[in-house]
Protein backbone atom coordinates (compact mmCIF):
# COMPACT_ATOMS: atom_id res chain seq x y z
CA UNK A 1 0.00 0.00 0.00
CA UNK A 2 1.72 3.21 -0.90
CA UNK A 3 1.17 6.02 1.47
CA UNK A 4 1.29 9.63 0.46
CA UNK A 5 3.78 11.82 3.13
CA UNK A 6 4.28 15.01 3.26
CA UNK A 7 8.14 15.06 2.73
CA UNK A 8 9.04 12.25 0.67
CA UNK A 9 9.84 14.65 -1.61
CA UNK A 10 12.02 17.61 -1.82
CA UNK A 11 10.31 21.15 -2.76
CA UNK A 12 10.42 22.74 -5.57
CA UNK A 13 11.70 26.14 -5.85
CA UNK A 14 8.95 28.42 -5.65
CA UNK A 15 6.71 25.88 -6.31
CA UNK A 16 3.33 25.47 -4.87
CA UNK A 17 1.10 21.65 -5.59
CA UNK A 18 -2.11 20.86 -4.80
CA UNK A 19 -3.58 17.41 -5.27
CA UNK A 20 -7.36 17.33 -5.33
CA UNK A 21 -9.44 14.44 -4.61
CA UNK A 22 -12.67 13.64 -5.49
CA UNK A 23 -15.42 11.63 -8.06
CA UNK A 24 -16.89 14.75 -10.20
CA UNK A 25 -13.84 15.16 -12.54
CA UNK A 26 -15.79 18.18 -14.30
CA UNK A 27 -16.00 20.05 -11.13
CA UNK A 28 -12.61 19.20 -10.29
CA UNK A 29 -11.35 20.39 -13.25
CA UNK A 30 -13.31 23.41 -13.12
CA UNK A 31 -12.10 24.38 -9.53
CA UNK A 32 -8.90 23.82 -10.92
CA UNK A 33 -9.10 25.52 -14.26
CA UNK A 34 -10.26 28.56 -11.25
CA UNK A 35 -7.36 28.15 -8.77
CA UNK A 36 -4.85 28.69 -12.38
CA UNK A 37 -6.61 31.80 -13.02
CA UNK A 38 -5.63 33.39 -9.53
CA UNK A 39 -2.51 35.72 -8.73
CA UNK A 40 0.07 33.83 -7.63
CA UNK A 41 3.80 34.88 -6.87
CA UNK A 42 5.13 30.94 -6.88
CA UNK A 43 4.40 28.22 -9.29
CA UNK A 44 0.90 26.49 -8.86
CA UNK A 45 0.74 22.78 -10.24
CA UNK A 46 -2.63 21.63 -9.72
CA UNK A 47 -3.18 17.79 -9.97
CA UNK A 48 -6.16 15.62 -9.79
CA UNK A 49 -7.39 12.58 -8.80
CA UNK A 50 -10.37 10.16 -8.25
CA UNK A 51 -8.84 8.43 -5.90
CA UNK A 52 -6.00 7.39 -3.38
CA UNK A 53 -3.13 5.82 -4.25
CA UNK A 54 -1.94 7.42 -6.59
CA UNK A 55 0.16 5.25 -9.26
CA UNK A 56 3.83 4.68 -8.32
CA UNK A 57 5.08 4.73 -11.45
CA UNK A 58 4.67 8.41 -12.38
CA UNK A 59 6.77 10.92 -11.03
CA UNK A 60 5.36 13.47 -9.22
CA UNK A 61 6.51 16.65 -7.44
CA UNK A 62 5.83 17.33 -3.53
CA UNK A 63 2.28 17.47 -2.58
CA UNK A 64 1.90 20.73 -0.33
CA UNK A 65 -1.79 20.48 0.30
CA UNK A 66 -4.15 17.13 -0.45
CA UNK A 67 -7.80 18.61 -0.47
CA UNK A 68 -10.82 16.02 -0.59
CA UNK A 69 -14.14 17.10 -2.23
CA UNK A 70 -17.12 15.36 -1.16
CA UNK A 71 -19.92 15.58 -2.65
CA UNK A 72 -23.38 15.28 -0.12
CA UNK A 73 -25.39 13.90 -2.84
CA UNK A 74 -23.08 11.15 -2.98
CA UNK A 75 -22.62 8.20 -0.78
CA UNK A 76 -20.33 7.02 -3.72
CA UNK A 77 -17.95 10.58 -3.03
CA UNK A 78 -18.24 9.88 0.76
CA UNK A 79 -16.74 6.47 0.34
CA UNK A 80 -14.22 7.16 -1.71
CA UNK A 81 -12.98 9.54 0.62
CA UNK A 82 -13.09 7.43 3.56
CA UNK A 83 -11.15 4.51 1.41
CA UNK A 84 -8.46 6.79 0.12
CA UNK A 85 -7.97 8.35 3.96
CA UNK A 86 -6.01 4.56 4.50
CA UNK A 87 -3.11 6.41 1.78
CA UNK A 88 -2.71 9.26 3.35
CA UNK A 89 -0.15 9.67 6.39
CA UNK A 90 -0.51 11.26 9.74
CA UNK A 91 1.49 14.06 9.78
CA UNK A 92 -0.48 15.40 6.71
CA UNK A 93 -3.06 16.19 9.04
CA UNK A 94 -1.38 18.59 10.64
CA UNK A 95 -2.47 21.47 8.85
CA UNK A 96 -2.08 19.93 4.89
CA UNK A 97 -5.24 18.12 4.23
CA UNK A 98 -8.50 20.10 3.65
CA UNK A 99 -12.24 18.51 2.77
CA UNK A 100 -14.09 20.84 0.60
CA UNK A 101 -18.26 19.86 1.13
CA UNK A 102 -20.24 20.27 -1.95
CA UNK A 103 -24.18 19.93 -2.28
CA UNK A 104 -25.39 21.41 0.77
CA UNK A 105 -29.01 23.27 1.38
CA UNK A 106 -28.07 24.75 4.81
CA UNK A 107 -26.16 27.27 6.60
CA UNK A 108 -24.05 24.13 8.10
CA UNK A 109 -21.57 22.47 7.47
CA UNK A 110 -18.68 20.27 8.42
CA UNK A 111 -15.45 21.87 7.11
CA UNK A 112 -13.34 25.39 6.63
CA UNK A 113 -15.75 26.18 3.54
CA UNK A 114 -19.46 27.03 3.18
CA UNK A 115 -20.81 23.90 1.22
CA UNK A 116 -22.13 25.67 -1.45
CA UNK A 117 -22.23 23.80 -5.15
CA UNK A 118 -19.43 24.44 -7.14
CA UNK A 119 -21.22 24.67 -10.49
CA UNK A 120 -21.62 28.33 -8.77
CA UNK A 121 -19.05 30.46 -11.46
CA UNK A 122 -18.67 33.23 -8.14
CA UNK A 123 -18.56 30.34 -5.37
CA UNK A 124 -15.89 28.62 -7.41
CA UNK A 125 -13.93 31.92 -7.47
CA UNK A 126 -14.02 32.18 -3.73
CA UNK A 127 -12.66 28.42 -3.12
CA UNK A 128 -10.16 28.98 -5.95
CA UNK A 129 -8.75 32.16 -4.02
CA UNK A 130 -8.93 30.71 -0.54
CA UNK A 131 -7.40 27.56 -1.63
CA UNK A 132 -4.48 29.30 -3.40
CA UNK A 133 -3.96 30.97 -0.19
CA UNK A 134 -4.05 27.65 1.56
CA UNK A 135 -1.61 26.50 -0.66
CA UNK A 136 0.81 29.09 -0.23
CA UNK A 137 0.86 28.58 3.33
CA UNK A 138 1.01 24.88 3.38
CA UNK A 139 3.98 25.55 0.70
CA UNK A 140 5.76 27.55 3.42
CA UNK A 141 5.63 30.77 0.67
CA UNK A 142 4.22 32.88 2.92
CA UNK A 143 6.68 34.40 5.71
CA UNK A 144 5.74 33.54 9.95
CA UNK A 145 2.67 30.98 9.30
CA UNK A 146 2.83 27.89 8.97
CA UNK A 147 -0.29 25.23 8.34
CA UNK A 148 -0.17 24.64 12.06
CA UNK A 149 -0.86 28.28 12.33
CA UNK A 150 -3.21 28.17 9.89
CA UNK A 151 -5.27 25.25 11.11
CA UNK A 152 -5.21 27.05 14.58
CA UNK A 153 -6.77 30.50 13.11
CA UNK A 154 -9.30 28.45 11.09
CA UNK A 155 -10.85 26.80 14.19
CA UNK A 156 -11.00 29.67 16.47
CA UNK A 157 -12.96 31.49 13.91
CA UNK A 158 -16.69 30.13 12.22
CA UNK A 159 -16.09 32.06 9.29
CA UNK A 160 -12.69 33.33 8.28
CA UNK A 161 -12.47 36.59 6.37
CA UNK A 162 -10.18 36.09 3.42
CA UNK A 163 -7.69 38.14 4.77
CA UNK A 164 -7.00 35.84 7.75
CA UNK A 165 -6.50 33.02 5.44
Known amino acids: ?3 LRPMDKLPGLNTATILLVGTEDALLQQLADS ?3 EDCASELKVHLANSLPLPSSVTRPRIDLIVFVINLHSKHSLRNVEESLHHVDATFFLGKVSFLVT ?6 CLTVFSARPLQIEDFRATMAQRLVRMLQICAGHVPGVSALNLLSLLRSSENPS ?3 L
Open 1 to 3: MSV
Open 35 to 37: MLK
Open 103 to 108: GARGAG
Open 162 to 164: LED
